[in-house]
């Protein structure tokens, strides 16, 4: 699921706060201002491709699964409500078909009742003050019969089912209770259909935007469809999207191209997830070169951000300075990280030059009023587990501000 499998954040070290100094985004070792005189506040507004957000503090996608009829609705409005302090809020992933489906009770964006359900969720963000991307999902091959059109078979890259022991799709179970369950096979994607995939993509954008989003956010990451393609080891195809990196980043490029000329650059944003190893994505050693051939082939399109996720799928952070250091230096747009994000780390790393602006997910969950929190270095809350994915408003909106004068629906 977006953001939750994997996230390895530790609120207790979140809550911590260091008195050592930071440098400032590029600053010299020998500069003679002090810490505090260098240090960018991520509290302070920022501006992207016309978008001015009140603060630096991203609120990452997060699956809740709670909209059996696939439908935003007043709660769901009301739990991103809560949280619109957050800078920018990236949307929990919204399939743009009922084939990219691969969770249960996830509100889509295919329909206009569905688009009707996320305007709910925009006018209230806006109320707020907030801005908010849509992030676009098609999960691929992490699918199960069940959920698919007329019980066919998920499709991907490949015919190379997803089979380590946490590569799951969330489904009905027979008995009508609701669980986890492996995913089925795949079918690979032909080549003429592809196109027909994009066109899903853009047709999400477009009812994103009627829906009042303030841009969209495209999923290639985590596993799902589009770093299906990306990984040389998953894609075996011959076509004209599989083999070398440029035919691998094909679909990615295509899909962004389209949504582009629909709703302008200005509005289209990425996430990225190098050296991804959760759903089953096989290890590969390319020195990073697929994702900074796409960092340079983002940056002439001009796009509105690159949201890369450090996925500790490993166990371990898989994305180090290093890395985003080329990455910066290929990309030149406004640069996202998420995963087991600090606000230790966060500040090193927007004061380095190295991101601009840190998102969080897991602490958004129990505490709405996160932005707050870390800048009053206030305690933060720690999420339910059990109630992470299903049910209703428990451990979604009952969670409270430490002040508040919202009040449930």
Wanted: overall charge negative.
């Amino acid at each position: 699921m977006a953001e939750l499998h994997y996230f390895k954040v530790s609120l207790l070290e979140t809550q911590k706060r260091s008195n050592a100094p930071l440098s400032a985004r590029r600053a010299s070792p020998s500069s003679s201002r002090t810490a505090r005189e260098q240090m960018i506040d991520l509290f302070q507004p920022y501006e992207f491709a016309g978008h001015r957000l009140g603060n630096r503090i991203v609120m990452a996608p997060m699956t809740r699964a709670r909209r059996p009829d696939y439908v935003a609705d007043a709660e769901t409005a009301f739990y991103y409500r809560q949280r619109a302090s957050a800078g920018l809020i990236v949307s929990e992933g919204t399939p743009v078909s009922p084939e990219g489906q691969g969770y249960i009770n996830v509100p889509g964006i295919w329909s206009g009742d569905q688009v009707a359900g996320w305007r709910l969720v925009t006018d209230a963000v806006h109320e707020e003050g907030g801005a908010i991307f849509a992030q676009l999902w098609h999960v691929g091959r992490m699918s199960h019969v069940s959920l698919q059109p007329n019980g066919g078979q998920p499709v991907s890259s490949t015919a190379k089912p997803a089979r380590d022991p946490r590569s799951q799709a969330f489904v009905f179970l027979d008995d009508g209770s609701t669980g986890m369950v492996e995913p089925s096979v795949p079918r690979p994607l032909e080549t003429g259909e592809v196109a027909r995939v994009v066109e899903d993509f853009v047709r999400g954008a477009r009812n994103a935007r009627e829906a009042g989003f303030d841009g969209i956010e495209l999923h290639a990451a985590n596993g799902y469809l589009f770093e299906q393609f990306l990984n040389p080891v998953l894609n075996d195809r011959t076509d004209r999207y599989g083999g070398s990196v440029e035919n691998r980043t094909r679909i990615v490029l295509e899909s962004i191209d389209a949504m582009i000329a629909a709703i302008g650059s200005e509005r289209v944003g990425i996430r990225l997830a190098p050296f991804n190893q959760q759903f089953d994505m096989p290890v590969y050693d390319d020195g990073g070169e697929t994702y900074l051939f796409l960092a340079r082939e983002l940056a002439k399109r001009q796009i509105a951000y690159v949201h890369l996720n450090d996925n500790w799928a490993a166990g371990r952070s898989v994305i180090d300075d290093a890395f985003l250091r080329r990455f910066r230096d290929a990309f030149d747009g406004t640069l996202i990280l998420a995963g087991s994000m600090t606000i230790e780390r966060a500040r090193r790393l927007v004061n380095d030059g190295l991101i601009d602006l840190p998102a969080f997910g897991q602490p958004f969950i129990a505490n709405p009023d996160l932005v707050a929190r870390l800048r009053d270095d206030a305690p933060l809350a720690t999420p339910d587990r059990d109630t992470w994915y299903g049910g209703g408003s428990t451990g979604y909106t009952d969670y409270p501000a430490l002040t508040s004068k919202l009040t449930a629906v």
